[in-house]
């Protein structure tokens, strides 16, 4: 009667990371009990994550050595595991939201989110590219267009790109309030980055020592267009949480990231706690510190739970 929040199945998105049907299908390392989806996995997943009320699913490719390129052209390919999920999941599973994050780093052979010259990342050069990835992401059916590079300038530009495209109903999640953080290591391992990834992302992604960068982030994607904007990692920073949430009253979304699923997972193995309480806790705590929705890995696990009358 006297919470003050509260955590529903409508509250959750689910992360999937993608992969083609004849990778291999083993555990993401350091990620117990999470796998990578072919498109036909990813179809099934969104039918359970629809029937538990999950508004979305949001979608990672792995993509192997072989398929990368200094100039990421698979992001551009119409074909693409992407492509292929979204308009799987479409035909089979429409009832469920697509987001899709836009970034060139599943598809560069260095790893990074934009394209790199002699050491440095070309701004303008990836925001063109990414532009004509959003639009080829929204022709696949993706509802909402996640760009998660940090490059400056792109909100508006995909924006623009989305409305002349006949794509004015997309919807736009910013990545606004990135760090350039440790905690994406799993992430960098299930999408095929691992040992290809040159250097770090310091250049584009913030300093965790930063508030008030993140603040001027959000109101610059603001200003250009977005229509959600992101906190990512999600615990060590729900301080931006709050922050952003009480300071521009957008719909605020929290990503729960891959090394967080770590840490929750290998401790609970290790017996330091039981997996279900300290997940629902810990999603319950995005929800206290002001999140609109949360990104997660077991979304459709903590869905379950929340939907069991036996619990
Ligand atoms: C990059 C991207 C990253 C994640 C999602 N999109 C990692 C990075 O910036 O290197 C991380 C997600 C996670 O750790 O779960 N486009």
Same mark, same amino acid.
């Given at each position: 009667?006297?919470?003050?929040?509260?955590?529903?199945?409508?509250?959750? +998105?689910?992360?999937?990371?993608?992969?083609?049907?004849?990778?291999?299908?083993?555990?993401?390392?350091?990620?117990?009990?999470?796998?990578?989806?072919?498109?036909?996995?990813? #179809? =099934? +997943?969104?039918?359970?994550?629809?029937? @538990?009320?999950?508004?979305? @699913?949001?979608?990672?490719?792995?993509?192997?050595?072989?398929?990368?390129?200094?100039?990421?052209?698979?992001?551009?390919?119409?074909?693409?595991?992407?492509?292929?999920?979204?308009?799987? +999941?479409?035909?089979?599973?429409?009832?469920?939201?697509? +987001?899709?994050?836009?970034?060139?780093?599943?598809?560069?052979?260095?790893?990074?989110? &934009?394209?790199?010259?002699?050491?440095?990342?070309?701004?303008?050069?990836?925001? =063109?590219?990414?532009?004509?990835?959003?639009? #080829?992401?929204?022709?696949?059916?993706?509802?909402?267009?996640?760009?998660?590079?940090?490059?400056? &300038?792109?909100?508006?530009?995909?924006?623009?790109? @989305?409305?002349?495209?006949?794509?004015?109903?997309?919807?736009? @999640?910013?990545?606004?309030?990135?760090?350039?953080?440790?905690?994406?290591?799993?992430?960098?391992?299930?999408?095929?980055?691992? &040992? #290809?990834?040159?250097?770090?992302?310091?250049?584009?992604?913030?300093?965790?020592?930063?508030?008030?960068?993140?603040?001027?982030?959000?109101?610059?994607?603001?200003?250009?267009?977005?229509?959600?904007?992101?906190?990512?990692?999600?615990?060590?920073?729900?301080?931006?949480?709050?922050?952003?949430?009480?300071?521009?009253?957008?719909?605020?979304?929290?990503?729960?990231?891959? &090394? =967080?699923?770590?840490?929750?997972?290998?401790?609970?193995?290790?017996?330091?706690?039981?997996?279900?309480?300290?997940?629902?806790?810990?999603?319950?705590?995005?929800?206290?510190?002001?999140?609109?929705?949360?990104?997660?890995?077991?979304?459709?696990?903590?869905? =379950?739970?929340?939907?069991?009358?036996?619990?």
């Amino acid at each position: 009667m006297t919470a003050e929040s509260r955590l529903v199945p409508e509250d959750l +998105i689910q992360a999937v990371i993608l992969r083609e049907d004849d990778a291999p299908a083993g555990p993401v390392p350091a990620m117990p009990g999470i796998a990578r989806a072919t498109a036909d996995e990813a #179809v =099934e +997943i969104a039918r359970k994550a629809s029937a @538990l009320g999950l508004p979305a @699913l949001a979608l990672f490719p792995q993509t192997g050595p072989e398929h990368r390129s200094a100039e990421a052209q698979l992001a551009l390919d119409p074909g693409n595991l992407m492509c292929r999920a979204a308009r799987a +999941i479409k035909a089979e599973a429409p009832g469920i939201g697509l +987001i899709a994050d836009v970034a060139l780093d599943p598809y560069t052979d260095h790893g990074h989110d &934009g394209l790199l010259r002699e050491g440095v990342i070309l701004n303008d050069e990836t925001v =063109e590219l990414l532009t004509r990835q959003a639009l #080829v992401l929204a022709e696949a059916g993706y509802d909402v267009l996640a760009p998660s590079d940090m490059m400056d &300038g792109r909100i508006a530009a995909i924006r623009t790109a @989305l409305d002349e495209g006949g794509y004015a109903d997309r919807l736009i @999640l910013s990545y606004a309030v990135k760090y350039a953080s440790r905690f994406y290591g799993p992430y960098r391992d299930a999408i095929g980055s691992r &040992g #290809v990834l040159q250097g770090d992302k310091r250049t584009y992604q913030m300093d965790p020592r930063n508030a008030e960068e993140g603040l001027r982030e959000v109101a610059l994607d603001v200003a250009e267009g977005a229509d959600m904007v992101m906190v990512k990692p999600g615990l060590p920073y729900l301080d931006m949480v709050a922050r952003v949430k009480d300071g521009f009253g957008v719909p605020t979304v929290a990503f729960q990231v891959s &090394g =967080e699923y770590a840490m929750l997972a290998c401790a609970a193995e290790a017996g330091a706690f039981d997996f279900e309480a300290a997940g629902l806790e810990a999603l319950a705590c995005f929800r206290r510190a002001g999140a609109d929705a949360i990104v997660s890995y077991y979304a459709i696990r903590a869905a =379950e739970w929340l939907s069991d009358p036996a619990r």
